[in-house]
């Protein structure tokens, strides 16, 4: 709990306008995008600089006062939530691009930009930064950060952890480092930048990134494959991976989720266990690869077999796919979904959407199953009521159970949401003892615990 | 120092014929491939088995005696010289190929395995590790993931800490963690993998690694391309990088190391700054690859374009590339080689060369130039001898200032050989107060500072 004289203490920082303790302001920091309920901030602080940042945690440590980075409030597992009060620390103010380095494919930029943004800006540059994460239109590039981001086109050119360079990092004390090297090659010590990547803002507040970049790819394919039966489907995906091809996307989408995607996107895509398959590269080189991604889907039983030929087409097939959270959430009026996000090795995905399916079934709760297959990510959503409280238990129950099968078959609690607060007690079992060694590393970065306090370490 | 109730404990552990003090033993391990005198270990133990791995380490830690990890010895920077005697731990007798999980393309090795052993093995199942270093017949996969050791491949596929999936690492204390997860991408918690991959064997000892591997290209072409200047060959370079060809290794040789190759390797190359530049992909592609770097090589006054069309054309100039370091040592016999390995942003990499062609003229030093250009990584190797202090003085001088001219383009002090002995100096001009937080993280993994002491860290 904060009091008076903190709340001075902060508007001496930032000035009286960028701190905040209106309800409408706690409210709005409170929730991310899980099902989590609310937990209010004490208070609400918008930093504009690197020094206010610092001032705001030398105070705050010496106070011992939690600090929660927030920013576009996209997460899905109650990364942001200030479960245990304090300042929320509203970082998308600091929303500028600094510096453009065409000339070695390198951007400069403060955590507040918005990821599809910064794409739109580079695009005209022939460059763009590749992750593409389903909530692009709000994610900014520190919540990337802190989540280590990815989405559709990790497949091929990896996460976010993949692009940061260089960090800029304001730690607990209030010192303020600069990690990693604009070199895109580093073996100088310890790999700090990968480090604070996906730390979930538990170690430290990122208040500049340096991004490399790729160029923009000479041309672009879009296949979209149907099958009659999951395993069809799903075979095909892990012949995709196994054989070779060198895909920018791979997508699965089971018949739910093709079903609630054609009613709100107005498309009219047959109800089948679908892939979306996208290529980029040099025009001869895509067609080799388009053909034989035809044989192998001929080979596994495919339906229908198209190419989205304009520009146009292929827009909305990706608009489709990375709506496929929203769609399904308009499905369901008033619902609550509750989101899953594991990912098993690529031999395992299809053993894990059958085990999603069953368990539906079983439970009587309609869980939507899709995701990067190409990488073994599988995304659920299973539906629920917040007035139905049984249904509700059984939804969360399931998706744990979700999450307990990848651990089974050798995968992780989390694909490319992180940890946040909701999936926190699977730590223990799925790191065993190097859950020590997380521990020892936050207790040497933030003794006094300030930092986003609750998130990634389990209660015990 | 160790006692002699050390040497028998020691001897409990692993048995007697597994424990040495002999002089050859302790010699044979007083050394890298560097430049610095050697420096003798106390004694010399082979473990077996991750059990004793972890018992050598209790003992270690509790009479704080100095662990010195120990593989196959070719690196560059004095990494695994014991300077403050101790054990050398010698894990090139930990030497197995654990299990190949071609469905998942996986191998989970033991860290004395040799990188040309286990490609040689995944080649037949159409499969490869591809970071490719320059001593790929001696180094081991303990020693690359210690060094976060890269090569010819990096460019297009990543350094070994792209491939880490999992590490089974022993603690000082003797405990035993298993880092990471066999899925393709997590987030779930702080990257332990990343942090000890590169760490030098400064925080534990890597008992297991699980790789993930990569399919074999369906075709490969290689094409030598010769320049009149060095700033042609360099403006090549870049444009490659800045206009988006993807190739599989993009390698400069200067005019002397185009010389030492021929001499030493049999070939007839032009002595002419020269790019060896390959590509991986499918036939279709490659052709519109190579169309495209013949034009871009054209209009940078390429003197001569060549094709290698054969396997064994292909290999020969790879060899020869690999070579270099022990073709330059052979064109001058009794010299001892004062390596470099700087890597600026690519922009600067033209700039770099010219730099080190300068300094080379000003000092009346020689010193070859060539590297993995394709990443802005640059070798060099200063020619000296022991029995010349002022030629070797000026040499060893003369490369400090190449690492401070990296330093001063933006770049790092290492691109691909780590820290070391010899550069732990420069870690405070690199790295600034985020040298503390490696100091935070060292002290909360290694509290008595046992692990390959003097590494790393600047003395200061």
């Given at each position: 709990m904060l009091a008076q004289e903190d709340i001075r203490a902060l508007e001496e920082i930032v000035g009286k306008e960028n701190v905040s303790v209106r309800e409408a302001d706690l409210v709005a920091h409170s929730i991310d995008e899980s099902w989590m309920e609310p937990h209010l901030p004490d208070?609400?602080?918008?930093?504009?600089?690197?020094?206010?940042?610092?001032?705001?945690l030398r105070y705050a440590n010496e106070r011992e006062l939690p600090i929660v980075p927030w920013s576009g409030g996209s997460s899905l597992e109650g990364n942001p939530v200030p479960v245990y009060g304090g300042i929320a620390l509203a970082m998308?103010?600091?929303n500028k691009v600094l510096e453009l380095r065409e000339e070695d494919?390198?951007?400069?930029?403060?955590?507040?930009?918005?990821?599809?943004?910064l794409n739109k800006q580079l695009r005209r540059r022939g460059?763009?930064?590749?992750?593409a994460p389903g909530s692009s239109e709000v994610a900014t590039i520190g919540g990337m950060v802190a989540n280590n981001s990815s989405g559709m086109r990790a497949v091929k050119y990896g996460v976010t952890r993949d692009y940061v360079l260089k960090l800029q990092v304001v730690l607990p004390g209030g010192m303020v480092i600069e990690a990693g090297s604009l070199a895109k090659k580093t073996t100088s010590g310890y790999d700090l930048v990968r480090l604070f990547v996906g730390s979930e803002g538990t170690l430290g507040v990122v208040t500049e990134v340096t991004l490399r970049l790729i160029g923009l790819p000479e041309n672009v394919a879009v296949v979209v494959a149907v099958f009659d039966t999951l395993e069809d489907a799903t075979n095909a995906v892990y012949e995709c991976v196994r054989y070779g091809l060198d895909p920018s996307a791979l997508e699965f989408l089971d018949e739910l989720t093709v079903r609630a995607t054609n009613e709100q996107q107005g498309l009219s895509l047959r109800i089948k266990p679908t892939i979306f398959v996208e290529f980029h590269g040099n025009e001869a080189g895509i067609a080799e690869q388009i053909e034989y991604l035809r044989e192998l889907c001929e080979d596994n039983n495919c339906l229908d077999f198209q190419m989205a030929v304009t520009e146009e087409e292929r827009e909305r097939l990706w608009a489709a796919r990375r709506d496929a959270h929203d769609s399904i959430k308009l499905s369901h009026p008033g619902c609550t979904m509750i989101a899953g996000d594991i990912c098993v090795p690529i031999s395992k995905f299809g053993e894990m959407v059958s085990?999603?399916?069953e368990l539906s079934e079983r439970e009587g709760i309609i869980i939507y199953a899709f995701g990067h297959a190409g990488d073994g990510n599988l995304h659920t959503e299973a539906i629920a009521w917040r007035d139905r409280p049984e249904i509700f238990q059984k939804a969360v129950r399931a998706t744990e159970k979700i999450v307990e099968h990848a651990l089974d078959l050798g995968g992780t609690v989390a694909g490319e949401h992180g940890v946040g607060w909701i999936k926190r007690e699977f730590m223990v079992r799925e790191h065993g003892p190097s859950l020590e060694v997380m521990r020892a590393i936050k207790r040497a970065l933030d003794p006094k615990g300030i930092m986003n306090p609750g998130k990634i370490f389990p209660s015990n």
């Open positions: 208070v609400v602080v918008w930093p504009v600089s690197t020094e206010q940042v610092s001032a705001i998308y103010r600091m494919l390198q951007v400069v930029v403060q955590p507040g930009v918005v990821y599809a943004e460059m763009f930064f590749p992750p085990f999603v399916h």
